[in-house]
């Protein structure tokens, strides 16, 4: 049993890796360092590693601590405190920073928060429905913003954290183009997040066909033809879409035909219909 709590919490340590575009080398030796300390069950090591990684301002080291307070690996879990490290990993240019907390703002074990939750996930402008959007002005005022929201119906505001939540969690947890590297897959992966059902699907390259990789229940299976996973890309993408649709309970009295859709091209960019 521990070995396999373990290696669960490691899961997210992993989703937490340095990106390219802020990271520095020295940070990155760093992260693994409290990585594998981590992973060989020394948190005394792991802690003492943290420490120094974030008194040399390292970016990816602050998010790597948002992961370990938020999930309460080898410190006490700390959300209010995972918090302060996400945005300082954010204003230091780690762009999973944003991500992780929209997803941290949106889950049920944090409060939810919505109105944070909404706040960080329009950072990225374009990655929401526009049943989910706020006037150009209350964008660039809190106070404002969330008046906007206080008078939003309440199925709404349940309906647009859950989008959020899931589509943060997936974008905070798989790094394209290193994902699809690992597996020698190249060009571009759309996902079609139908929100009512709910149900996540893949389609990769100029294929036509959709692939299912994302469910929580099997039931929603029946009218289709499921195929199995070609290769370990699509497993490891199911494996994300299968935690971000578990993690946040289905608001409910959304329509089925309620689609976002999200392309990964070497980066991520959103295209919401």
Known sequence: MRASITATLLLALMAAAPTASAGTYAGAMAVDAVRNSIAARDCVTAVKRLKSGLENEYPEMALLAGSMYENGICVKRDWSRAVTFYVQAHDAGEKDGSARLVAGYADPANGPDVAAALWWAWKNPGALPAYCGVSTEALADPDRFVAELNAWPKDRLAACNYIVGVLATIAAEVKYPELASSHGIGGDVT????????????????????????????????????????????????????????????????????LVQVQFSFGISHVVR
Do not use: C
């Not at 299912?212 to 993408?237: H, N, Q």
């Not at 199911?238 to 946040?248: D, G, H, K, P, T």
């Open 191 to 258: 996902l079609r997040f139908l929100v009512g059902v709910p149900r996540i699907e893949l389609q990769r390259g100029q294929s036509h066909e959709y692939e299912l990789v994302g469910w929580v229940s099997s039931d929603t299976l029946r009218d289709r033809k499921t195929r199995k996973m070609g290769d370990g890309f699509e497993a490891a993408l199911s494996s994300v879409a299968n935690r971000a649709l578990a993690r946040y309970p289905h608001p409910g009295g959304i329509p089925a035909d309620t």
